[in-house]
């Protein structure tokens, strides 16, 4: 059974720092593409960043966010820095790969974080 499991939300002050983590089982991350998505209160999941063949992040956390993987940890993180209020949302980790034509995808089950003073 696949599973991801997000960890290292919480509350910061703006301008603050969290670095969240996505720990995998029953799936080997290195052959997949890695990203997080974000989802505040009352609007939709919106793509943050996407590590994968290249790596690719939202305008909006260009210069603050940084997304890394490590295989060898079968994890993928999401370094935040400079936080700001419009940042709070719930954070989750997703996990894509096409085989043979079928898509497979994986989501954690999210990490609530909160910007706030």
């Known amino acids: 059974q696949v599973q991801l499991v997000e960890s290292g939300g919480g509350l910061v002050q703006p301008g603050g720092s969290l670095r969240l983590s996505c720990a995998a089982s029953?799936?080997?991350?290195?052959?997949?593409?890695l990203s997080w998505y974000r989802q505040a209160p009352g609007k939709e999941r919106d793509l943050v960043a996407t590590?994968?063949?290249?790596?690719t992040y939202a305008d909006s956390v260009k210069g603050r966010l940084t997304i890394s993987r490590d295989n060898a940890k079968n994890t993928v993180s999401l370094q935040m820095n400079s936080l700001k209020y419009e940042d709070t949302a719930v954070y989750y980790c997703h996990a894509r790969r096409l085989v043979g034509g079928f898509n497979y995808h994986y989501w954690g089950q999210g990490t609530q974080v909160t910007v706030s003073s």
């Open positions: 029953g799936v080997t991350l290195g052959s997949y593409v």
């Open positions: 590590i994968g063949g290249v790596t």
